[in-house]
């Protein structure tokens, strides 16, 4: 396995991720950077890797300028060239990492990324001290992304709570929503590194509190954060979690979108509003298809949200605005409802890195014979009567994701049960 993921470079801190590394890929992705804007999110961790990365790119020869702790789409917004930050995103807190970005939104494609490795492993010595780069910190990075949300989303009218779950995008998005004309309460919403009130990743399982508060307040939306806010998830006005396939197609039709990018375990739900074009797992996939053969709305059913028209960059805050402006409208439950049925079953399996191949391997063989052909655009997807599954390895964590459909409850739980029995004799094996 290469030494990116799905979604950049991340890892348990002191293990795979350490500053000697972020010295390296700071000099790397500057090594090619007139400028490289640096941000980070709220782990505590975050200082001391971004210090690094900003040293190994001053010793590149590349200017920094960094906006501090900041949601990846404000720092990727702000950068009028490449941009790096410092962050693992919805993975755990002892967890870090760094994600280079272009100056139009996209996050380091795969020839870039292989000559960033490249450079990590080439050990290259800094330029002269005559040619070092200069460093200055920016101020206003936040606020020029919330004028940004606010100009694209214009007004929206609703009771909703907002929980950042100590994230970076704790500050911003209830600022932002107020401005729009919401009634916004928070939970979780101070900077906390150690994401000690819930784990940073917005999953059904992970958001009691914000679901509490919106029955308790008698909100209308409920909204929440991962740890660098390229995410947001939803809780409808009965505090139900908003399954994120759903969401997309909510997004889709609010949009007017004709033609939706999404990877390959999305639901079948979003092709019944729009053409869907299927990726590879992970924003970057997602982004670099709508920038090569165009695309109205993209999205993942991790929910990351990229609105072309305002950035290649996933942005949860912006997203956030407009859940709030599509229910100001009609509640979020209503327009789900008007949705056809389809039911997701997700399920993870701890696979250390070492056996993610074999394993997978393994899984190939069994769908071969059981099934026949399947697609392998991202790990084992196969298509069965009345649903279809995905096996495929996480590109971020040591861990082999399962995600299936079906056209009835019953339908979905049996797909599962094949899938899962699949994958385990494969383990096992």
């Not at 490249?118 to 050990?123: A, F, I, L, M, R």
């Not at 206003?140 to 100009?151: K, N, Q, T, W, Y």
């Not at 709570?161 to 939970?187: E, F, M, N, Q, Y």
């Not at 660098?228 to 997004?251: I, N, T």
Request: proline share 4%; aromatic share 6%.
């Amino acid at each position: 396995m290469g030494m990116f993921g799905t979604s950049g470079v991340r890892g348990v801190v002191g293990e795979r991720i350490t500053t000697d590394l972020a010295l390296r890929i700071g000099a790397a992705v500057g090594e090619d950077a007139e400028t490289l804007t640096v941000g980070r999110d709220t782990r505590t961790t975050g200082r001391g890797l971004e210090d690094a990365v900003v040293s190994g790119a001053l010793s590149a020869g590349a200017d920094v300028e960094r906006t501090g702790i900041a949601p990846t789409p404000t720092t990727v917004r702000y950068a009028d060239d490449t941009s790096l930050v410092v962050t693992a995103s919805h993975n755990p807190p002892e967890y870090n990492g760094f994600k280079p970005w272009n100056a139009d939104g996209t996050a380091f494609d795969a020839d870039q990324r292989a000559t960033v490795e490249e450079h990590v492993k080439s050990e290259a010595g800094s330029t002269r001290a005559s040619e070092f780069g200069d460093e200055r910190t920016v101020d206003d990075a936040i606020e020029r992304h919330a004028d940004s949300v606010v100009d694209a989303v214009a007004d929206a009218d609703v009771r909703v709570v907002v929980d950042g779950g100590g994230g970076a995008g704790s500050r911003i998005t209830p600022r932002v929503l107020r401005r729009l004309g919401c009634d916004v309460k928070t939970v979780n919403c101070e900077y906390d590194g150690s994401f000690s009130a819930r784990l940073p990743e917005p999953t059904d399982e992970n958001l009691g509190d914000l679901k509490d508060a919106v029955v308790a307040y008698d909100a209308d939306v409920g909204l929440a954060h991962d740890g660098d806010a390229d995410r947001v998830a939803a809780v409808d006005s009965s505090g139900e979690y908003v399954e994120p396939d759903r969401l997309m197609a909510l997004f889709a039709l609010w949009e007017g979108a004709r033609r939706v990018v999404a990877p390959v375990n999305t639901s079948t739900v979003v092709d019944e509003v729009a053409e869907v074009t299927r990726t590879a797992v992970g924003d970057v996939n997602v982004a670099a298809e709508i920038k090569q053969n165009g695309g109205d709305f993209g999205g993942e059913p991790s929910n990351n949200w990229i609105f072309p028209d305002e950035t290649l960059c996933p942005d949860g805050v912006l997203a956030g605005a407009k859940i709030c402006a599509l229910a100001s409208e009609r509640s979020l439950r209503e327009r789900i409802d008007d949705l056809p049925p389809r039911y997701v079953r997700r399920g993870n399996f701890d696979v250390t890195e070492e056996r993610k191949a074999e394993v997978m391997t393994g899984v190939a063989d069994r769908a071969e014979k059981e099934f026949g052909e399947f697609s392998t655009i991202d790990g084992v997807r196969v298509e069965i009567d009345g649903g279809w599954f995905l096996i495929r390895p996480s590109g971020t964590e040591p861990k082999v994701r399962v995600t299936v459909e079906g056209e009835t409850e019953e339908r979905a739980d049996s797909v599962y049960d094949e899938a899962t029995s699949i994958l385990k004799e494969a383990m096992e094996s």
